[in-house]
């Protein structure tokens, strides 16, 4: 049975930063593919990062420059660092597992997710 965990959510002013961190556990593999989505309230799903085996990360173009993927290979875990937050970011925080990423999309309705960690950014 696969489980994704996050963590590292919680209350912020405008400008400061936060780490993410997820930890999938259950797959057969190591190094599957990861990424973090995010969903605000009466909002669509927006898919964020994603990273590849390779390391090779993926961004969507509201975080690009602000927010930075990671990851640890030999546990399935990955890290989201995000910075220079801004109330517009206030949102439930999502990772998946073994998910569709590529150089140029992802996928956030791919893979195996978990149930979340609330980020809000006050002004």
């Known amino acids: 049975q696969v489980q994704v965990e996050e963590s590292g959510g919680g209350l912020v002013q405008a400008g400061e930063s936060l780490r993410l961190t997820c930890t999938a556990s259950g797959l057969s593999q190591v190094g599957v593919p990861m990424g973090w989505f995010r969903q605000g309230p009466g909002k669509e799903r927006e898919g964020l990062a994603c990273i590849m085996k390779s390391g090779a990360p993926y961004y969507t173009a509201s975080v690009k420059g602000r927010f930075t993927i990671s990851r640890d290979n030999d546990r399935n875990t990955a890290y989201l660092e995000m910075n220079n937050l801004k109330p517009e970011d206030t949102a439930m925080y999502y990772c998946?597992?073994?998910?569709?990423?590529?150089?140029?999309?992802?996928?956030?309705?791919?893979?195996?997710g978990g149930r979340g960690t609330q980020v809000t950014v006050s002004a």
């Open positions: 998946a597992a073994r998910v569709s990423c590529y150089s140029h999309r992802y996928d956030p309705d791919s893979g195996y």
